[in-house]
């Protein structure tokens, strides 16, 4: 049974959830686990269950892992936001292996920021990584937001929620301004705008439920690419810019 890591915002705890730890009412309990990414290892501690869903990892997380490995240079001088981070796993990866200036992100709820914290300084990653706390679809914090990449993974479970991320996706990239007057321009660098969202989808879900997130992206002025492999990049249409 796949198990799930990373979670949509506003989820519900009646919402049909897949989770093979067992549950407490009153006392979080925790599963901890070495996870083998491109390269070494990640000791990381995942919640036995969690109400938002931002519990264990899923086999997705490695393959996306392994995707970036071999398309670093898409990645590589980025300044990064994860959506929907979980356990931090992904992010912590990639600070280790590329040095990535990343930040984790997840739904506005302490136990999840908390969790990420213990795994980065689990990983020797410290001071921990800078977490934005954000529901998907309620205003975000950061006004003029900076970071240029923004990645995910396996996070359209919820079929209710893809207005409220495509409302946040759509704000982080209109919004975006960059603080680094050194930055290099993409065409000379890389093949991926600036700002853009970067997404691995490995679950399956029925085609009319996914192409929703998809139709919903062009129809608020973003454009959706296949780079193959499952891995999606969605940027602003031209005519936004």
Known sequence: MDIAL???????????????GETTETTQ?????????PGFELHIREFGFHQLNANLLWPGTFAFADWLVQHRHLIERRRCLEIGSGTGALAIFLKKEFNLDITTSD????????????NCIANKITPSLPHVKHTWGDEFLISEPDWDLIIASDILLYVKQYPNLIKSLAFLLKTYKSKDTN????????????????MSWRRRIGKEDES?????????????????NRVYCIKLRETNR
């Open 107 to 118: 739904y506005d709820d302490q136990e999840i920021e908390d969790n990420i914290a213990h």
């Open 212 to 228: 929703l997130f998809f139709t919903g992206c062009e129809e608020a002025g973003l454009e959706v690419k296949h780079l193959g």
């Open 29 to 37: 309990s925790f599963v901890e686990r070495n996870h083998q990414f």
């Open 183 to 198: 930055v290099v321009s993409p065409l000379e660098y890389t093949e991926l705008p600036r700002p853009v969202f970067l």
């Open 6 to 20: 990373f979670s949509p915002s506003s989820l519900f705890a009646a919402d049909d959830d897949s989770s093979d």
